[in-house]
Each structure stands twice: as structure tokens, then as C-alpha cells.
């Protein structure tokens, strides 16, 4: 019997494999996301000037826009989505390569076979990869936060978040 | 009955078919000749709603529509299976989709041709590929069988050997309607025969008819193309005459 998930990627694809380059894909873009803890720490270390043996905060530090310290953060997730255009496409070619499986596809009683098969996984992986991006946004804003001292975080970090949205 | 009512197909300024009209009735194998650009796959296409035409088929007077394109199916030598998917994997996404799916026939033909079952098919030979192709139409649980050059690249052997099975396996509710440049190999296996000629019905003949007649299937569609024997002993004398006079 057919795999019920198999059913949801180009006949002869692997649904196991195309999760693997998804997964991959994330993984780096996850790591890549790091970066911003990076820029955090170096930020946040800026605001402390060193007095003897002890840092203390500087009396007018003010620490960089959230938007700043994010940079390019969630690029990575970006990429991942935005790979779904070439994804979908070699779903498509797949039907005209090797053999013309097209005919087959474009034969059957079911006229959304076809697509549904070339567009769900990429779709999909697009959705998460757009969702994990929201979601480690919110985490990162949060700790952003948290860690910057009271009294150095710039006025408007919310607007200037939702300024990222273009809202 | 499929009945095709004036097609015409054009691929820009070419036209492909030009009003061809024709019925199938239910049990009938028909052979469709012609040419290489006669036409035969484009028709082929129509019927399959693969191309758009001008025109009209009908599927037992009714437009062919989504519930009645289980009821064709087609064999061609560009082969319509996945490649990376097995012949098991094959027989899954039929079954799936062709409820008529006949597995105790596709079991039956995969071992008669000794195909393995559990390969993908781009690691099958060029006369596997076209068995199997040829299985998955026969499987399929169609009443009208298209076939476009099923058996280019197959030995004499085995397509002999197919057409032993074919005839021994049609019901007949089955219809076979095959392209093929094969004449003589097929003169036996058809009932009657359709020549297209440049996109036109050149002729369509029983092979009862030829029987009668004392015609064989070669001489009808020759005589039809009102084919030149001596053309090429023509062209030859003509080349050597050219090359003489230099």
C-alpha cells in the first residue's frame, strides 16, 4: 500500500529525502541565526567601561536598536523559503525528465494529483521556515530585553520592530 | 464507442490534423499508419485531452471528463512511467488511482517478461522500459487502449511475444488503438487499419476487406501513398547520371 505521506511528493522523490535537505537546510540557518548573540555580547559589552579592576556601566551608554544587533540574523530562514521556487520547480521537471510521466499525471481522475505532489512539501517547508523565523524573532527581541540594562535601551524598540514588517 | 468528429490540430502555422473524423467501437484493435509528422501521435494526444483541438470526441456520446479518463489509457515510446519509482511503487500509484487496476494481470505479464519488481525503472533496459510501459497500459483497466510506437527498440522475439499476449489477454470490452511503422509484424493482430496521411484520413479498411480482396496490409497502404517503387533506383540512376556527366 501507498505510503500516506508519500503521497505528497513526485512519485519516485522520497519524502525521507526531501525532509533531509529541509532539515539541513534549517539547521544551518538556525546556527547561522546565532550570530546574533554574538553581536549581542559585544554590544552589551560597550556599554560597561572598565574602572580599576572593576566595569562598571558607562552614565551615558545607550545600547544599539534591536534591529541592529538582529542584522542578518534570519537570513538563513529567508533562504530556506525562498528555496521553495526552485523546489517547486524541480518537482515540475522531474515529469518531463527521464521518461514523460506528465502524460500520466496529467491522465489521471484526480486533476490536483499533480500539484498537490509538486507543491505541498515546498509549501510547507516555506510555512516553518517563515514560522521559525517569527518565532525566534520574538524569543530574540525577548532576550534582547532582558539583557540590555534598564535605562540604556533606545526609546520605540517595538515600532522599530514592526518596522522590520514594513508595518 | 469513441467517436472522433472533425479534429483539427495546429501547431502554429502547421496544421496537424486536418477534420478527422473516426470511431472505435468497443473490442476493435485498430492500427493507425501513416508517416513519420503523419500526424498518428498528435491524434493520439487529443484523445487523451493531452492537446486542446478544434473538434469533438466523445466517449460513448458523452465529452470525455474526469470520471472518464480512467476508461483510456496510453502506451508511448517516450514512456509515461517515473523513472526513480518502482514497478511495485507503480502498481501502488495505479491502484490508488485506477480502481478497474488489474493486478492479477499486471503480477501475471511482470513475470511472463521476467521484469524485476522491485528495481526503479531507470536502471530497466530500453525493451524493459517499453514492457513495462506497455503493462502499466494493459493494467490500467481501460476500455480504450492507446498505444503510440510501443515496441521501438525491442527485439522481433519480444514483440512477437507481445502480441501473442495481447491477443490472449484482451477481453473484449478492450480496445487497442496502435501506432506503429511495424506493418507486416501487426497485418495479423489488427482488425482493421487507419492510414493518416499529412494530418488527413487516408484510408480506414477492415482486414476482412483486405482478405476479400486479396490485398495484403503493405500493398493497401503503399497503394493508398500511391508509393513509387522505383523511386529510389530513380534517384540512384539519376545521382550516378550527375556523377557521369562531371
Not at chain 1, 505510503?3 to 522520497?14: E, H, I, L, T
Not at chain 2, 507503480?90 to 478497474?100: A, I, K, L, T, V
Request: glycine share 8%.
Amino acid at each position: 500500500m501507498m505510503d500516506k505521506w508519500s503521497r505528497y511528493v513526485p512519485p519516485g522523490f522520497g519524502l525521507k529525502r526531501e525532509l533531509k535537505f529541509f532539515t539541513a537546510g534549517a539547521t544551518c540557518a538556525f546556527v547561522w541565526s546565532l550570530a546574533f548573540f554574538f553581536r549581542l555580547y559585544q554590544a552589551r559589552k560597550g556599554l560597561y567601561i572598565l574602572e580599576g579592576a572593576e566595569w562598571i556601566l558607562s552614565p551615558e551608554a545607550q545600547m544599539p536598536d534591536f534591529v541592529e544587533i538582529l542584522d542578518s540574523s534570519l537570513a538563513g530562514f529567508g533562504v530556506v523559503a525562498a528555496s521553495a521556487v526552485p523546489w517547486i520547480l524541480l518537482h515540475y521537471l522531474y515529469h518531463w525528465q527521464g521518461s514523460r510521466s506528465i502524460y500520466l499525471m496529467r491522465r489521471l481522475p484526480d486533476s490536483w494529483e499533480l500539484h498537490r505532489r509538486c507543491l505541498t512539501v515546498p509549501l510547507a517547508a516555506m510555512a516553518v521556515s517563515l514560522a521559525a523565523a517569527a518565532i525566534l524573532l520574538l524569543i530574540y527581541f525577548g532576550i534582547y530585553l532582558t539583557a540590555v540594562p534598564k535605562g540604556c535601551l533606545a526609546p520605540g524598540q517595538w515600532q522599530k520592530l514592526w518596522r522590520i514588517f514594513g508595518m | 464507442m469513441l467517436q472522433i468528429s472533425h479534429v483539427s490540430k495546429r501547431y502554429g502555422e502547421k496544421e496537424a490534423l486536418r477534420d478527422v473524423s473516426l470511431q472505435l467501437s468497443q473490442g476493435e484493435i485498430v492500427g493507425l499508419f501513416g508517416e513519420n509528422g503523419a500526424g498518428k501521435t498528435t491524434l493520439m494526444k487529443c484523445i487523451l485531452g493531452l492537446l486542446a483541438y478544434r473538434g469533438q470526441i466523445l466517449l460513448d456520446g458523452r465529452p470525455i471528463v474526469k470520471k472518464s479518463k480512467a476508461r483510456l489509457a496510453f502506451a508511448t515510446a517516450e514512456h509515461s512511467f517515473f523513472p526513480n519509482l518502482t514497478p511495485e511503487g507503480h502498481r501502488d500509484f495505479y491502484s490508488w488511482h485506477f480502481p478497474e487496476f488489474r493486478e492479477k494481470r499486471f503480477r501475471g505479464l511482470m513475470e511472463f517478461f521476467e521484469l524485476p519488481i522491485h528495481k526503479p525503472l531507470r536502471s530497466f533496459s530500453a525493451g524493459q522500459k517499453n514492457q513495462f510501459e506497455v503493462i502499466l497500459a494493459l493494467c490500467q483497466g481501460a476500455d480504450y487502449i492507446l498505444m503510440d510506437e510501443p515496441f521501438a527498440g525491442n527485439d522481433v522475439f519480444n514483440r512477437e511475444d507481445f502480441y501473442k499476449v495481447l491477443l490472449g489477454i484482451l477481453e473484449p470490452s478492450e480496445t487497442i488503438l496502435l501506432s506503429t511503422h511495424l506493418i507486416r509484424e501487426v497485418s495479423g493482430f489488427i482488425g482493421r487499419a487507419v492510414l493518416l496521411h499529412r494530418g488527413e484520413i487516408a484510408g480506414d479498411v477492415s482486414m476482412a476487406q483486405l482478405e476479400d480482396s486479396g490485398q495484403s496490409l503493405l500493398d493497401f497502404i503503399k497503394c493508398t501513398y500511391r508509393y513509387e517503387a522505383d523511386r529510389v533506383s530513380k534517384a540512384l540512376g539519376e545521382l550516378a547520371g550527375e556523377e557521369d556527366g562531371e
